[in-house]
């Protein structure tokens, strides 16, 4: 095997050896797909669909049928020079809005001296993760609200830049984040992109959670396989 997987035909390899047909396609790619078909996205004909986790990923679905770009919608600068992300650059909706982003922001604060109910929620400051954060945003925890509306402010931003150079139908949000949030992360986006983006009128498109929760991804690469 070679030393990098950047040059390996890799979907050549495993057709060989199955003898079966093989698709090769990026996760968020195949759960945009999957919620075009038979999620959230039914019935809309132009769709963003954002992977909000760990990282930040995301598909496109144009004219009914899954666009693929060389670029990633998790890598938008919402924050000039701000921290940095694994793609080498700074301030990128991934590095400022994941779930390892609201994780950090949050360790952050903790780490500064201020007071908060996560710390009687876990056993070591460490261990606060965006589950975390969102359980005490339902306590009413300052901190923890501070985090949340500074995390929804940034993903405004770069959710507004993508609305306003795509002008999808729709933005479906999933991933483990968005699916543990629901409402408590998409009213106040609603609200806060309704400050925020002009270009479009707010009434032209939606934001919505994906359908199928973390299935997205499987129901999108099934699609593809029976097309292969």
């Not at 604060?109 to 339902?138: C, F, H, I, N, P």
């Not at 999933?174 to 409402?183: K, T």
Request: aromatic share 4%.
């Amino acid at each position: 095997m070679p030393d990098s997987w950047h040059h390996f035909a890799l979907r050549s390899f495993v057709k060989r050896q199955t003898g079966l047909p093989v698709v090769i396609e990026n996760d968020a790619n195949a759960a945009a797909l999957g919620e075009h078909l038979y999620g959230a996205g039914r019935g809309y004909h132009d769709l963003v669909y954002l992977t909000i986790s760990t990282g930040i990923g995301g598909g496109i679905i144009a004219d009914d049928a899954l666009a693929h770009r060389r670029g990633e919608a998790g890598h938008v600068t919402v924050v000039p020079d701000g921290a940095l992300c694994g793609c080498g650059a700074r301030g990128c909706l991934e590095a400022e809005c994941s779930g390892t982003a609201i994780g950090r922001r949050a360790r952050r604060y903790l780490q500064a001296g201020r007071a908060s109910k996560l710390r009687e929620m876990v056993s070591d400051t460490e261990l606060v993760t965006a589950k975390t954060v969102a359980d005490a945003v339902r306590e009413g925890d300052e901190l923890a609200c501070t985090v949340w509306r500074e995390t929804i402010r940034l993903m405004a931003v770069g959710i507004g830049s993508i609305v306003a150079l795509l002008v999808p139908q729709a933005v479906i949000l999933g991933g483990g984040v968005a699916a543990g949030a629901g409402e408590l992360l998409l009213q106040p986006l609603r609200e806060e992109l309704q400050q925020r983006v002009h270009i479009v009128s707010m009434n032209s498109f939606k934001i919505l959670q994906a359908g199928l929760g973390a299935d997205s991804g499987l129901y999108g690469a099934l699609a593809l396989g029976s097309r292969a």
